[in-house]
T-cell receptor, first 108, second 113 residues
Framework: GDSVTQMEGPVTLSEEAFLTINCTYT??????LFWYVQYPGEGLQLLLK?????DKGSNKGFEATYRKETTSFHLEKGSVQVSDSAVYFC???????FGTGTRLTIIP | DAGVTQSPTHLIKTRGQQVTLRCSPK?????VSWYQQALGQGPQFIFQ???????QRGNFPDRFSGHQFPNYSSELNVNALLLGDSALYLC????????????FGSGTRLTVV
C-alpha cells in the first residue's frame, strides 16, 4: 500500500540555518504530494503541494520539488526562523497518507 | 470566513463508553475526512464522507462509524472505547472537485480512562 517515510527527528537548528527535511514515498500511479505543518496545540495547516512530477511547491520561503525518479519530496528552506518551530508532515494523495512527522526546533 | 470547527475540544471518557465528535467544514467545502493522531505520531486516516456516504475507509474497526449531514457537517462515533483510542481526532474538509489539499480543524483531544 501507499506509504511515506520521513526523516526522523527531532531536528534542532540555529536561526538563519539551511533546512532540509527528507521525504520519500511509495505509491502506485502518480500521487499528489503535500507538506503540512502543525504548530503547538493546533491542527494541521497545508504548507505546500505538488500534483505532478517536477512540480515545485513553495510557500513562506519553504520549497519542495516532486521528484518521480527518486520518489522524493524533500522540504527545504534557505534561512529558518524561530517561528518555523513546529512539526512537519509529508503526505500523499487525497486520502492523505502521512509520514510520522519531523519536529523542528529553531534556537535564536 | 470560519475554517473547520470541531467540538468538543477536550473530552474524557471511561472504557466501554461511546463518544460522538462533531465537525463543521469550511464554507464551500463538501467532503469531510477524519483522522486519528496518537501522541508523537502522524495522523491516520479513518474515513472520508461525501454526499452523506462513506467513500473511503482506512484500517479502523467497525467501532468507528460516522455520518455526514445535508449541510456537510459530520460526526465521528466510537463505540466500546478502549484505552488505545486516546488520541487527537482531526477533521479535515475539502472540495471533491477543485484544488487539492484539505483544511484541518484544531482537533478533539479524547482521553479514555
Amino acid at each position: 500500500g501507499d506509504s511515506v517515510t520521513q526523516m526522523e527527528g527531532p531536528v534542532t537548528l540555529s536561526e538563519e540555518a539551511f533546512l532540509t527535511i527528507n521525504c520519500t514515498y511509495t505509491a502506485t500511479g502518480y500521487p499528489s504530494l503535500f507538506w503540512y505543518v502543525q504548530y503547538p496545540g493546533e491542527g494541521l495547516q497545508l504548507l505546500l503541494k505538488a500534483t505532478k512530477a517536477d512540480d515545485k511547491g513553495s510557500n513562506k520561503g519553504f520549497e519542495a520539488t516532486y521528484r518521480k525518479e527518486t520518489t522524493s519530496f524533500h522540504l527545504e528552506k534557505g534561512s529558518v526562523q524561530v517561528s518555523d518551530s513546529a512539526v512537519y508532515f509529508c503526505a500523499l494523495d487525497e486520502k492523505l497518507t502521512f509520514g510520522t512527522g519531523t519536529r523542528l526546533t529553531i534556537i535564536p | 470566513d470560519a475554517g473547520v470547527t470541531q467540538s468538543p475540544t477536550h473530552l474524557i471518557k471511561t472504557r466501554g463508553q461511546q463518544v460522538t465528535l462533531r465537525c463543521s467544514p469550511k464554507s464551500g467545502h463538501d467532503t469531510v475526512s477524519w483522522y486519528q493522531q496518537a501522541l508523537g505520531q502522524g495522523p491516520q486516516f479513518i474515513f472520508q464522507y461525501y454526499e452523506e456516504e462513506e467513500r473511503q475507509r482506512g484500517n479502523f474497526p467497525d467501532r468507528f462509524s460516522g455520518h455526514q449531514f445535508p449541510n456537510y457537517s459530520s460526526e465521528l462515533n466510537v463505540n466500546a472505547l478502549l484505552l488505545g483510542d486516546s488520541a487527537l481526532y482531526l477533521c479535515a474538509s475539502g472540495r471533491v472537485q477543485g484544488s487539492y489539499g484539505y483544511t484541518f480543524g484544531s482537533g478533539t483531544r479524547l482521553t479514555v480512562v
